[in-house]
Protein backbone atom coordinates (compact mmCIF):
# COMPACT_ATOMS: atom_id res chain seq x y z
CA UNK A 1 0.00 0.00 0.00
CA UNK A 2 1.28 3.41 -0.72
CA UNK A 3 1.76 5.84 1.79
CA UNK A 4 -0.19 9.01 0.90
CA UNK A 5 2.37 11.09 2.62
CA UNK A 6 4.75 10.12 0.14
CA UNK A 7 2.21 10.60 -2.67
CA UNK A 8 1.85 14.25 -1.42
CA UNK A 9 5.38 14.74 -0.90
CA UNK A 10 6.31 13.83 -4.58
CA UNK A 11 3.71 15.70 -5.45
CA UNK A 12 4.93 19.03 -3.91
CA UNK A 13 8.75 18.41 -5.04
CA UNK A 14 8.19 17.93 -8.88
CA UNK A 15 4.87 20.05 -9.16
CA UNK A 16 5.95 23.27 -6.53
CA UNK A 17 9.51 22.44 -5.91
CA UNK A 18 11.34 22.01 -8.99
CA UNK A 19 8.20 22.70 -11.30
CA UNK A 20 8.78 20.22 -13.83
CA UNK A 21 7.65 21.15 -17.07
CA UNK A 22 7.40 18.72 -20.77
CA UNK A 23 10.14 17.71 -21.82
CA UNK A 24 12.92 18.68 -19.17
CA UNK A 25 15.35 15.40 -18.23
CA UNK A 26 14.85 15.04 -14.43
CA UNK A 27 17.39 13.34 -12.42
CA UNK A 28 16.33 11.44 -9.43
CA UNK A 29 18.93 10.47 -6.75
CA UNK A 30 18.49 8.53 -4.09
CA UNK A 31 19.54 4.80 -1.84
CA UNK A 32 18.19 1.86 -2.20
CA UNK A 33 15.91 2.04 1.40
CA UNK A 34 14.19 5.21 -0.22
CA UNK A 35 12.84 3.13 -3.27
CA UNK A 36 9.07 4.39 -2.44
CA UNK A 37 9.40 7.56 -2.51
CA UNK A 38 11.90 7.51 -5.65
CA UNK A 39 9.26 5.77 -7.29
CA UNK A 40 6.55 7.82 -6.44
CA UNK A 41 8.53 11.15 -7.85
CA UNK A 42 9.46 9.13 -10.70
CA UNK A 43 5.17 8.70 -11.80
CA UNK A 44 4.74 12.18 -10.98
CA UNK A 45 7.58 12.87 -13.36
CA UNK A 46 6.05 11.34 -16.12
CA UNK A 47 2.57 12.54 -15.66
CA UNK A 48 4.28 15.91 -15.87
CA UNK A 49 5.93 15.07 -19.17
CA UNK A 50 9.57 15.24 -18.08
CA UNK A 51 11.96 12.64 -18.95
CA UNK A 52 13.07 11.08 -15.16
CA UNK A 53 16.13 9.02 -14.94
CA UNK A 54 17.34 7.08 -11.97
CA UNK A 55 21.11 7.92 -9.78
CA UNK A 56 21.09 5.30 -7.51
CA UNK A 57 23.47 3.37 -5.09
CA UNK A 58 24.40 1.60 -2.25
CA UNK A 59 25.03 3.75 1.00
CA UNK A 60 28.14 0.92 1.38
CA UNK A 61 29.58 2.43 -2.20
CA UNK A 62 30.97 5.72 -0.92
CA UNK A 63 32.12 4.19 2.30
CA UNK A 64 34.28 1.98 0.61
CA UNK A 65 35.45 4.54 -2.13
CA UNK A 66 36.84 6.68 0.68
CA UNK A 67 38.52 3.85 2.65
CA UNK A 68 40.12 1.86 -0.54
CA UNK A 69 40.52 4.16 -3.76
CA UNK A 70 44.02 5.20 -4.06
CA UNK A 71 45.25 8.53 -3.81
CA UNK A 72 44.49 9.11 -8.08
CA UNK A 73 41.04 7.77 -7.98
CA UNK A 74 40.09 9.77 -5.12
CA UNK A 75 41.47 13.27 -7.76
CA UNK A 76 39.67 11.53 -10.48
CA UNK A 77 37.25 14.16 -11.90
CA UNK A 78 34.21 11.62 -13.66
CA UNK A 79 33.68 13.20 -17.15
CA UNK A 80 30.52 11.46 -17.14
CA UNK A 81 29.39 13.11 -13.73
CA UNK A 82 30.70 16.52 -15.19
CA UNK A 83 28.46 15.77 -18.62
CA UNK A 84 25.59 15.20 -16.26
CA UNK A 85 25.74 17.89 -14.32
CA UNK A 86 25.79 20.44 -17.38
CA UNK A 87 23.01 18.69 -19.13
CA UNK A 88 19.68 18.12 -16.63
CA UNK A 89 17.14 20.51 -16.06
CA UNK A 90 15.88 19.57 -12.55
CA UNK A 91 17.64 17.55 -10.03
CA UNK A 92 15.38 15.78 -7.32
CA UNK A 93 17.90 14.26 -4.34
CA UNK A 94 16.64 12.19 -1.81
CA UNK A 95 18.74 11.63 1.42
CA UNK A 96 18.04 8.21 2.88
CA UNK A 97 20.91 6.92 5.48
CA UNK A 98 20.64 3.53 6.83
CA UNK A 99 24.36 4.64 9.08
CA UNK A 100 24.61 8.02 9.72
CA UNK A 101 27.73 7.38 11.15
CA UNK A 102 29.36 5.02 8.25
CA UNK A 103 32.23 7.70 7.32
CA UNK A 104 32.92 8.26 11.24
CA UNK A 105 36.61 6.39 10.68
CA UNK A 106 37.51 7.18 7.35
CA UNK A 107 40.43 9.84 6.90
CA UNK A 108 39.18 13.24 6.56
CA UNK A 109 42.23 13.78 4.27
CA UNK A 110 40.80 11.63 1.82
CA UNK A 111 37.38 12.75 2.06
CA UNK A 112 38.91 16.36 1.97
CA UNK A 113 40.58 15.00 -1.57
CA UNK A 114 37.44 13.80 -2.70
CA UNK A 115 35.51 17.09 -2.09
CA UNK A 116 38.06 19.22 -3.40
CA UNK A 117 38.53 17.01 -6.37
CA UNK A 118 34.41 17.53 -7.47
CA UNK A 119 34.86 21.00 -7.07
CA UNK A 120 34.20 21.53 -10.67
CA UNK A 121 30.89 19.73 -10.87
CA UNK A 122 30.15 22.37 -7.52
CA UNK A 123 30.75 24.78 -9.79
CA UNK A 124 29.26 24.15 -12.66
CA UNK A 125 26.02 23.26 -10.18
CA UNK A 126 25.77 26.48 -8.24
CA UNK A 127 26.51 28.34 -11.60
CA UNK A 128 23.20 26.89 -13.53
CA UNK A 129 21.26 27.39 -10.71
CA UNK A 130 22.05 30.82 -10.32
CA UNK A 131 21.33 31.20 -14.05
CA UNK A 132 17.78 29.24 -13.62
CA UNK A 133 19.12 26.36 -15.96
CA UNK A 134 19.12 24.47 -13.56
CA UNK A 135 16.14 23.84 -10.76
CA UNK A 136 16.86 21.47 -7.89
CA UNK A 137 16.04 20.16 -4.65
CA UNK A 138 16.86 18.27 -1.97
CA UNK A 139 14.93 16.35 0.10
CA UNK A 140 15.14 13.93 3.69
CA UNK A 141 13.43 10.34 3.79
CA UNK A 142 12.64 9.03 7.10
CA UNK A 143 15.18 6.05 8.27
CA UNK A 144 15.54 4.05 11.71
CA UNK A 145 19.31 5.66 11.33
CA UNK A 146 17.66 9.36 10.92
CA UNK A 147 15.29 8.49 13.18
CA UNK A 148 18.04 7.36 16.18
CA UNK A 149 20.12 10.50 15.14
CA UNK A 150 16.70 12.47 16.24
CA UNK A 151 16.01 10.53 19.71
CA UNK A 152 12.95 9.70 17.91
CA UNK A 153 11.06 6.52 16.98
CA UNK A 154 10.57 5.87 13.32
CA UNK A 155 6.63 6.51 14.15
CA UNK A 156 7.75 10.08 15.49
CA UNK A 157 10.41 10.92 13.19
CA UNK A 158 8.06 10.24 9.84
CA UNK A 159 5.08 12.51 11.68
CA UNK A 160 8.44 15.42 12.56
CA UNK A 161 9.50 14.71 9.13
CA UNK A 162 5.99 15.13 7.02
CA UNK A 163 5.23 18.25 9.71
CA UNK A 164 8.05 20.08 9.23
CA UNK A 165 7.10 20.14 5.17
CA UNK A 166 3.55 21.01 5.89
CA UNK A 167 2.55 17.66 4.93
CA UNK A 168 -0.36 16.99 7.48
CA UNK A 169 -2.48 19.91 5.69
CA UNK A 170 -5.11 19.03 2.98
CA UNK A 171 -3.20 21.90 0.70
CA UNK A 172 0.42 22.29 1.93
CA UNK A 173 0.68 24.47 -0.90
CA UNK A 174 -1.54 27.24 1.11
CA UNK A 175 1.12 26.99 4.01
CA UNK A 176 4.03 27.48 2.01
CA UNK A 177 2.23 30.41 0.12
CA UNK A 178 1.82 31.96 3.29
CA UNK A 179 5.34 31.17 4.68
CA UNK A 180 6.56 32.65 1.44
CA UNK A 181 4.96 36.02 2.34
CA UNK A 182 6.08 35.93 5.23
CA UNK A 183 9.57 35.30 4.65
CA UNK A 184 9.40 38.08 1.77
CA UNK A 185 8.63 40.88 3.62
CA UNK A 186 11.48 40.06 5.19
CA UNK A 187 13.91 39.52 3.05
CA UNK A 188 12.40 42.87 1.27
CA UNK A 189 14.02 44.40 4.10
CA UNK A 190 17.37 42.99 4.55
CA UNK A 191 18.26 43.70 0.90
CA UNK A 192 20.07 46.97 0.52
CA UNK A 193 21.30 46.88 3.89
CA UNK A 194 24.85 46.89 4.41
CA UNK A 195 25.74 45.76 8.57
CA UNK A 196 25.04 42.75 9.45
CA UNK A 197 25.52 41.78 13.55
CA UNK A 198 24.54 38.33 15.34
CA UNK A 199 24.84 38.23 18.95
CA UNK A 200 24.17 34.97 21.18
CA UNK A 201 24.90 34.62 24.95
CA UNK A 202 26.85 31.34 23.90
CA UNK A 203 29.65 33.57 23.10
CA UNK A 204 28.86 34.29 19.27
CA UNK A 205 29.60 38.09 18.41
CA UNK A 206 30.51 38.27 14.95
CA UNK A 207 29.85 41.20 12.18
CA UNK A 208 29.93 41.14 8.65
CA UNK A 209 29.38 43.39 5.47
CA UNK A 210 26.33 42.20 3.20
CA UNK A 211 26.29 45.53 0.83
CA UNK A 212 25.59 45.38 -2.67
CA UNK A 213 24.42 41.14 -1.51
CA UNK A 214 21.02 39.63 -2.31
CA UNK A 215 18.86 37.90 0.18
CA UNK A 216 16.93 34.99 -1.36
CA UNK A 217 13.76 34.21 0.35
CA UNK A 218 13.62 29.88 0.42
CA UNK A 219 10.41 28.75 0.22
CA UNK A 220 10.10 25.26 -0.84
CA UNK A 221 12.28 25.50 -4.25
CA UNK A 222 15.67 23.92 -3.36
CA UNK A 223 15.19 22.37 0.08
CA UNK A 224 12.31 20.58 1.06
CA UNK A 225 10.96 21.26 4.14
CA UNK A 226 12.58 25.00 4.03
CA UNK A 227 12.46 28.21 5.75
CA UNK A 228 14.86 30.40 5.72
CA UNK A 229 16.50 33.54 4.25
CA UNK A 230 19.98 33.74 2.96
CA UNK A 231 22.73 35.67 1.64
CA UNK A 232 26.89 35.69 1.65
CA UNK A 233 28.65 38.20 3.16
CA UNK A 234 31.58 40.26 1.42
CA UNK A 235 34.67 37.82 1.71
CA UNK A 236 37.18 39.94 3.76
CA UNK A 237 34.36 41.81 6.07
CA UNK A 238 33.23 38.76 8.42
CA UNK A 239 34.83 39.61 11.87
CA UNK A 240 34.63 38.43 15.58
CA UNK A 241 33.71 34.40 16.95
CA UNK A 242 30.72 32.24 16.25
CA UNK A 243 30.36 29.61 18.99
CA UNK A 244 28.27 26.87 17.07
CA UNK A 245 24.86 25.79 19.64
CA UNK A 246 25.00 22.11 18.19
CA UNK A 247 27.10 19.31 17.03
CA UNK A 248 27.86 20.21 13.85
CA UNK A 249 27.29 16.62 11.18
CA UNK A 250 29.55 16.56 8.00
CA UNK A 251 30.28 13.11 6.03
CA UNK A 252 28.77 11.19 9.28
CA UNK A 253 31.01 13.13 11.71
CA UNK A 254 29.97 14.77 14.76
CA UNK A 255 31.89 17.70 15.67
CA UNK A 256 30.94 19.36 19.16
CA UNK A 257 31.10 22.97 20.71
CA UNK A 258 32.58 24.27 17.35
CA UNK A 259 34.62 27.42 17.72
CA UNK A 260 35.25 29.84 14.89
CA UNK A 261 37.26 33.23 14.95
CA UNK A 262 37.48 35.77 11.75
CA UNK A 263 39.48 38.14 11.07
CA UNK A 264 39.27 40.35 7.89
CA UNK A 265 37.19 37.69 6.38
CA UNK A 266 39.39 34.66 7.42
CA UNK A 267 38.90 31.66 10.43
CA UNK A 268 42.25 32.79 12.07
CA UNK A 269 41.62 29.90 14.96
CA UNK A 270 39.38 26.77 15.41
CA UNK A 271 38.35 24.83 18.26
CA UNK A 272 35.94 21.99 19.15
CA UNK A 273 35.32 19.69 22.06
CA UNK A 274 34.80 17.06 20.17
CA UNK A 275 36.23 16.08 16.08
CA UNK A 276 38.56 18.81 16.04
CA UNK A 277 41.42 17.75 13.94
CA UNK A 278 38.62 16.35 11.44
CA UNK A 279 36.96 20.42 11.98
CA UNK A 280 40.16 21.82 10.90
CA UNK A 281 40.99 19.27 8.11
CA UNK A 282 37.98 20.09 6.34
CA UNK A 283 38.79 24.15 7.18
CA UNK A 284 41.99 23.17 4.97
CA UNK A 285 40.23 21.76 1.94
CA UNK A 286 41.28 24.41 -0.02
CA UNK A 287 42.05 28.04 -0.59
CA UNK A 288 38.23 28.74 -0.14
CA UNK A 289 37.18 26.88 2.52
CA UNK A 290 38.20 29.04 5.41
CA UNK A 291 35.78 31.50 4.11
CA UNK A 292 32.03 32.32 4.99
CA UNK A 293 30.19 31.40 1.53
CA UNK A 294 27.05 31.88 3.13
CA UNK A 295 24.79 33.86 6.48
CA UNK A 296 21.21 32.71 6.97
CA UNK A 297 18.30 32.89 9.31
CA UNK A 298 16.06 29.94 10.33
CA UNK A 299 12.50 30.99 9.72
CA UNK A 300 10.43 27.27 10.27
CA UNK A 301 8.95 27.47 13.57
CA UNK A 302 7.12 24.47 12.61
CA UNK A 303 10.98 23.14 13.69
CA UNK A 304 11.56 23.56 17.16
CA UNK A 305 14.22 20.82 17.89
CA UNK A 306 17.62 19.63 16.88
CA UNK A 307 17.29 16.39 14.98
CA UNK A 308 21.75 15.86 13.76
CA UNK A 309 19.97 16.75 10.27
CA UNK A 310 21.06 20.00 8.75
CA UNK A 311 18.12 19.98 6.43
CA UNK A 312 16.10 20.36 9.70
CA UNK A 313 18.35 21.85 12.14
CA UNK A 314 19.37 24.86 10.00
CA UNK A 315 15.83 26.53 9.58
CA UNK A 316 14.62 25.67 13.30
CA UNK A 317 12.98 29.01 13.40
CA UNK A 318 14.39 31.97 16.31
CA UNK A 319 18.38 30.79 14.94
CA UNK A 320 21.02 31.52 12.26
CA UNK A 321 23.46 29.65 10.55
CA UNK A 322 27.08 30.42 8.62
CA UNK A 323 28.26 27.81 6.38
CA UNK A 324 32.16 28.11 5.42
CA UNK A 325 33.68 27.58 2.04
CA UNK A 326 30.92 27.70 -1.39
CA UNK A 327 29.02 30.71 -1.38
CA UNK A 328 25.87 30.85 -3.83
CA UNK A 329 26.43 33.31 -7.12
CA UNK A 330 23.05 34.50 -7.39
CA UNK A 331 23.68 35.98 -3.77
CA UNK A 332 26.65 38.34 -5.14
CA UNK A 333 28.88 36.13 -3.00
CA UNK A 334 31.60 33.70 -5.34
CA UNK A 335 33.66 32.34 -2.71
CA UNK A 336 34.75 28.63 -4.95
CA UNK A 337 35.63 25.79 -2.41
CA UNK A 338 34.71 22.09 -2.89
CA UNK A 339 33.27 22.19 0.94
CA UNK A 340 30.33 24.15 2.22
CA UNK A 341 29.31 23.31 5.60
CA UNK A 342 26.11 24.86 7.45
CA UNK A 343 26.28 25.04 11.66
CA UNK A 344 23.33 26.67 13.45
CA UNK A 345 23.92 29.52 16.50
CA UNK A 346 20.27 29.26 18.49
CA UNK A 347 19.41 32.98 19.53
CA UNK A 348 16.55 31.25 21.25
CA UNK A 349 18.20 31.18 24.71
CA UNK A 350 19.21 34.74 24.22
CA UNK A 351 20.25 36.65 21.39
CA UNK A 352 19.67 39.31 18.66
CA UNK A 353 20.12 40.26 15.00
CA UNK A 354 21.00 43.14 13.82
CA UNK A 355 21.05 45.28 9.98
CA UNK A 356 22.49 48.62 9.81
CA UNK A 357 21.37 48.72 13.84
CA UNK A 358 18.15 47.65 13.76
CA UNK A 359 17.43 45.02 15.88
CA UNK A 360 14.87 42.86 13.74
CA UNK A 361 15.01 39.29 16.12
CA UNK A 362 15.42 38.85 19.65
CA UNK A 363 15.37 35.84 21.60
CA UNK A 364 14.65 33.35 18.26
CA UNK A 365 11.17 36.12 17.66
CA UNK A 366 11.05 38.80 14.91
CA UNK A 367 10.30 42.03 16.33
CA UNK A 368 7.74 43.17 13.15
CA UNK A 369 4.34 41.94 12.38
CA UNK A 370 4.42 40.27 9.36
CA UNK A 371 7.37 37.93 9.64
CA UNK A 372 7.41 34.53 10.11
CA UNK A 373 6.41 34.05 14.12
CA UNK A 374 6.70 30.72 16.05
Not at 23 to 49: C, D, F, H, N, W
Request: hydrophobic share 35%; net charge negative.
Amino acid sequence: MRDPRLEKLADVLVNYSVGVKKGQLVRITGAPVSLPLVMAIYRKVLEAGGHPFLRMAPEEAQENFLKIASEEQLKFLNPINLFEIEKIDCSIGIWADENTRSLTNVDPKRVGMSQAARKPIMEIFLKRAADKKLRWCGTQFPTQASAQDAEMSLAEYESFVFGAGLLDLDNPLTGWKKMSEGQQRLTDLLNGKSDYHVKADNGTDVRMSVAGRRWINCDGHENFPDGEVFTGPVLDSVNGVICFSFPAVHHGREVQDVRLTFKDGKVVDASASKGEAFLISMLDTDAGSRFLGECAIGTNYHIRQYTRNTLFDEKIGGTVHFAVGAGYPETGNTNQSGLHWDMVVDLRKGGFIEVDGIRISENGQFTREGFPRG
